[in-house]
């Protein structure tokens, strides 16, 4: 019926504006986290690796012979010489916790939970507002439907009685006006027909523009036969 295929309508809406609602609704949820995370402890490491250098001006060094222990040698160490160079390490971790905000992390917490609620209460109106664009776009559809139906029995009436004026002309028991008269009514209830297909797809166009989607042909069949 129309309600059933109201509610189908609405659950394969592909309107942007439902997916812009349900984002805000989790963005929502996502600042109210931030702002709970406030009352939690933060911890911080740290790693400070450092060399502290003392080169002297005079940086030869005596060198004895291990052969010969009367024999001497000299080398001049160079800079970067681990003699002159000593490693510093510092690491660690920072424990932040803030008991005492003045009242400031309550108050965006709750500022968050009204937002949340605000944002849920916009999309369920936004629901109820689409709702009811589908179902007036749903009954001008089959009213479409059913005004394209007639029209075509009508279309089918005339073509039947226009061809009965014909033979009763071929008779001799119907005078030309008669004929007329019927190719006239012909030519209206044609027009007629056209008016309704023009209507039926304005129709249609309104309705794929309430639910945001094309009608394909299963759906267009289940809409448009009742």
């Known amino acids: ?40 402890p933060t911890i911080d490491a740290f790693l400070n690796v450092g060399y ?33 160079w000593d490693m510093s390490v510092n690491a660690g971790f920072r424990l932040n916790w803030t008991l005492f905000s003045g009242l400031a992390a309550r108050r965006r917490v709750q500022q968050r939970k009204i937002a949340i609620e605000k944002a849920r209460i916009d999309a369920e109106f936004l629901e109820q507002i689409v709702e009811l664009d589908v179902e007036r776009a749903l009954r001008d559809l089959h009213a479409a439907r059913q005004r394209l139906l007639s029209q075509e029995q009508n279309v089918d009436r005339a073509e039947l009685n226009y061809t009965f004026a014909q033979a009763r002309l ?57």
Not at 4 to 17: K, R, W
Not at 61 to 72: G, H, R, T
Not at 185 to 195: A, G, H, P, S, V
Request: proline share 5%.
């Open 52 to 84: 502290i250098g003392n080169i002297p001006d005079n940086r030869l060094s005596v060198l004895s012979d291990p052969n010969d222990p009367f024999a001497f040698s000299t080398a001049e160490n160079g800079y970067f010489s681990d003699s002159y």
């Open 170 to 226: 071929a008779e001799g028991v119907a005078s030309p006006i008669e004929v007329r008269e019927a190719s006239s009514q012909l030519d209206q209830t044609r027009i007629n027909y056209l008016q309704a297909i023009f209507d039926f797809l304005v129709a249609e166009a309104s309705f794929e523009t309430a639910v945001g989607t094309p009608i394909n042909a299963s759906v267009d069949a289940s809409l448009t036969s009742n």
């Open 1 to 40: 019926g129309i309600r059933d295929d109201l509610v189908t309508g609405v659950q394969t809406c592909a309107l942007p504006i439902f997916d812009q609602a349900r984002y805000n609704i989790e963005l929502q949820v996502v600042q109210l986290r931030v702002a709970q995370s406030e009352y939690l």
